[in-house]
């Protein structure tokens, strides 16, 4: 299929939203989070049928399902969203020369912001209330996994907005193939970036193949490091935490790293971990210290591949250390950038840790679960960045707009 009519159209759409007021775009959202509750038996209906194609046994099924408790959260992420206060129009800095001109820098929507995602039914609610709220039209291009679920949001999205008066081609979906996807990735002229959310492999594909600029949102390989100062119970409860309060997102912890002083805790440290059954693969020394401790059939010798692995499933690796300064070593060749995280009441250790990981968020005694826009307190997010440029971390309402040079002048001229 030709998208290049359907580019067009979301770029008129995009321009016009400059012209949209702020209680009209709020309106919008409301209303949209009321529609979505009222058609929850609709949107899980329309979800079951891609449900029914995906092995219940593949983390992307969690990823998948809608559930009732599920689109009443999005639906409150979305009301969330509409009570925050336009991004737009911000004045960053402003300045008067000697010769009396004003300059001001100022926010400003992109424009047209393209989305691929994998298997995220959410991230269509997600990235329209973000792009809308922000000015910007959206060309969201999900995956044949959730064409039956993607396809019913939007219907319900343009429902809304042709209730509201505002353009429908605010928000396309674009048709699953591969060839739309290529489409989208080469759109110079029409879209002013591209926004990869999902696996390694397809963040990758993005990257290597597209023309129009892209942020990305990189794939979590996720570090616990429980210190030689870590209080035990605490760290029970931020490890159980970060590995099994969802598995199959990119916050989830895929890698413990423990101080070899703090061996003997080991145990009693992943007790929660073994009675929610994760499967643990242990280098050498912490392999010894949890034989008979754990269950067997859950307790595996780590390879080489069991470190740098986003394991999305109920399963996680373990890393002995001798040192703070071996710790971040380890996490420094492992890690994504994604989220990191410490546990130690050492003031001096966990000042250390947060000043040296690299990444888009470091805790310090807490769980790396919480790496989330509306756990942030910004509503819905885009992604995740851990990238550098433009956007890290949670991608919300202010990663989604630019700005532009204001300059106000009353007939000066420039020698």
Excluded at 93 to 108: Q, T
Excluded at 111 to 127: H, K, L, M, S
Excluded at 347 to 370: G, M
């Amino acid at each position: 299929m030709d998208c290049t009519p359907l580019f067009k159209n979301a770029l008129k759409a995009g321009r016009r939203l400059t012209d949209t007021g702020e209680k009209e775009i709020n309106d919008l959202l409301l209303l949209l989070a009321d529609m979505a509750e009222k058609e929850i038996p609709f949107l899980i209906a329309e979800n079951e049928k891609d449900l029914a194609k995906s092995d219940i046994g593949n983390p992307m099924y969690d990823r998948l399902k809608l559930t009732e408790k599920r689109i009443s959260a999005i639906a409150s992420d979305i009301r969330k969203v509409a009570s925050l206060p336009s991004p737009l129009g911000r004045v960053i800095s402003k300045y008067r020369k000697d010769n009396g001109l004003l300059i001001k820098r100022v926010s400003v929507p992109f424009g047209v912001v393209g989305v691929i995602y994998e298997a995220r039914p959410n991230v269509t609610f997600d990235v329209f209330s973000i792009c809308i709220k922000s000015g910007n039209a959206c060309l969201l291009k999900g995956g044949s996994d959730a064409v039956n679920s993607n396809t019913a949001i939007v219907r319900l999205i343009k429902m809304a907005l042709k209730k509201c008066g505002i353009s429908e081609d605010s928000v396309t979906l674009l048709p699953p193939g591969r060839e739309e996807t290529i489409q989208l990735l080469n759109a110079r002229g029409y879209v002013d970036i591209i926004i990869p959310r999902g696996s390694q492999g397809l963040i990758e594909y993005v990257r290597e193949n597209a023309t129009v600029p892209v942020i990305e949102t990189g794939a979590g390989i996720c570090h616990v490091y429980f210190d030689r100062a870590g209080d035990i119970e605490k760290g029970r409860k931020i490890i159980h935490n970060s590995k099994t309060r969802r598995v199959s997102v990119c916050n989830a912890l895929d890698c413990l790293v423990v101080h070899s002083s703090r061996l003997p805790d080991l145990p009693a440290l992943l007790e929660p971990c073994a009675a929610s059954e994760v499967e643990v693969f242990a280098d050498n020394a912490s392999l010894k210290a949890l034989r008979g401790a754990y269950p067997s059939e859950l307790l595996m010798k780590a390879t080489k591949e069991s470190f740098g692995t986003e394991f999305l499933s109920m399963k996680m690796a373990v890393k002995t250390v001798a040192s703070l300064e071996e710790a971040l070593e380890h996490i420094s060749e492992y890690g994504s950038g994604h989220s990191e995280a410490i546990v130690s009441e050492d003031e001096q250790t966990v000042s250390l840790f947060l000043r040296r990981v690299d990444a888009a968020a470091v805790y310090s005694n807490a769980p790396t679960s919480f790496t989330d826009g509306a756990e942030f307190g910004l509503g819905a997010e885009i992604g995740i960045s851990t990238q550098k440029l433009h956007a890290r971390g949670p991608m919300a309402l202010e990663a989604m707009t630019t700005y532009k040079w204001i300059i106000m002048g009353n007939g000066q001229t420039r020698p």
